[in-house]
């Protein structure tokens, strides 16, 4: 990645090297998972780590499960705004079933509703949804989650419960899925 940037500081230019080497991978998965095009993915890639730069003082640990949350999502959100660019997306329905429950896990794992879900995921508390992002898009096990984070594996639990339960109820509200 070349940028040409200017840090007011070693340390500044020191932890941006190291989110960078540290999480992009992590960053150029998730974007090529959306766009589906490693050059697109790439893009997408360098447009958020501008991003990271810019907003740097926001991030005090790069190290720290926060700031994973912090890159990932960025660059989900550049990958999904580039997505929404390149061509218009077609209107995804969910199947009507008999049954009234809403299974979460199938639904995120669907790829023609995740879009959908992360965009609406975006109505959910960051404490949640980074909890519910490194559990259901990067397959993360509550022990790793938890590290990442640093909480406990009962927290993660709670946490995801609470994501879960919170976006099944914007999922309703926003009429992807029937109470």
Do not use: W
Not at 41 to 54: C, F, M
Not at 116 to 127: A, F, I, N, P, T
Not at 147 to 175: C, D, P, Q, S, Y
Request: glycine share 4%.
């Amino acid at each position: 990645m070349l940028l040409l940037l200017s840090f007011s500081d070693d340390a500044s230019r020191d932890k941006f090297e190291l989110l960078y080497e540290k999480y992009k991978r992590l960053c150029l998965k998730k974007a090529h998972d959306i766009l589906r095009d490693y050059a697109l993915a790439e893009d997408a890639v360098s447009e958020a780590y501008l991003r990271v730069y810019k907003n740097l003082d926001k991030i005090d640990d790069p190290l720290s499960g926060a700031a994973v949350a912090f890159v990932v999502t960025i660059t989900r959100n550049v990958a999904l705004t580039m997505l929404a660019g390149e061509k218009k997306r077609e209107t995804d329905e969910l199947e009507d079933t008999q049954s009234d429950s809403l299974d979460l896990e199938e639904l995120v794992l669907s790829r023609e509703t995740e879009r959908d879900v992360y965009r609406v995921l975006d109505g959910v508390s960051e404490e949640l949804r980074s909890v519910f992002v490194l559990k259901f898009a990067y397959d993360l096990s509550h022990r790793r989650i938890g590290e990442l984070l640093g909480i406990t594996e009962n927290n993660v639990t709670v946490r995801l419960h609470r994501a879960k339960r919170k976006l099944a109820e914007l999922l309703v509200k926003e009429g992807y899925a029937g109470a």
